[in-house]
């Protein structure tokens, strides 16, 4: 089952944050606290853990966008062939 990546608050006043970069593409597999890129929020750049393992399916937010908390980021699928029929949805 596929799993949605949001953008998490991290701190009491987080409204939004700034994805810096990207360190899995389309297709790479993922283990559960591989850093999935950097976020920068107030000034200060957070790393973004998976939260789970799989294959990441598609990447809905591209650097130096600009996101409210609760954005999904990304789609982490729990196989290759889950990840495929994603990518063409």
């Known amino acids: 089952m596929a799993v949605e990546v949001i953008l998490p608050k991290w701190g009491l006043t987080m409204e939004d944050g700034t994805v810096v970069a990207w360190h899995k593409s389309v297709g790479d597999t993922v283990a559960e606290g591989d850093v999935l890129g950097e976020v920068e929020t107030e000034k200060v750049e957070n ?23 609760g954005t999904v980021l990304m ?4 196989d290759a062939a889950e990840a495929a029929s994603l990518a063409q949805a």
């Open 75 to 78: 789609i982490i699928a729990a």
């Open 47 to 69: 790393e973004l853990e998976a939260p789970c393992a799989g294959v990441v399916a598609r990447i809905l937010v591209e650097e130096d966008d600009t996101v409210d908390v």
